[in-house]
Nanobody
Framework: QVQIVESGGGWVQPGGSLRLTCAASGTISRLIMGWYRQAPGEQRELVAAMESIDNFHYGDFVKGRFTMSRDNGRNTVYLQMTSLQPDDTAVYYC?????????WGQGTRVTVFA
């Protein structure tokens, strides 16, 4: 069992930046790691997923504003977010999955508000 904890959320003005961190209690080297978000009244959606340094995918709405990275040695995943807009307001979740294993964190809230 891998425990996942997200951090780094908060309040930011439009155009601002935040870096989210996802720390896992176990090794993530064999996991596909991903960031998802869920806005109030909306379904959860993929923000970014990364299997390896050269195998990753971003949601269409990212448009080059977010960058996901992973440090397998530290069992940590990051999401650098720039040019944040009010539509980015959501709870952001980290996910690690492979085969029948599917681990989620509790989420970290991001609020973009002028």
């Amino acid at each position: 069992q891998v425990q996942i904890v997200e951090s780094g959320g908060g309040w930011v003005q439009p155009g601002g930046s935040l870096r989210l961190t996802c720390a896992a209690s176990g090794t993530i080297s064999r996991l596909i790691m991903g960031w998802y978000r869920q806005a109030p009244g909306e379904q959860r959606e993929l923000v970014a997923a990364m299997e390896s340094i050269d195998n990753f995918h971003y949601g269409d709405f990212v448009k080059g504003r977010f960058t996901m990275s992973r440090d397998n040695g530290r069992n940590t995943v990051y999401l650098q977010m720039t040019s944040l807009q009010p539509d980015d307001t959501a709870v952001y979740y980290c996910r690690g999955q492979t085969g029948s294993y599917d681990y989620w964190g509790q989420g970290t809230r991001v609020t973009v508000f002028a």
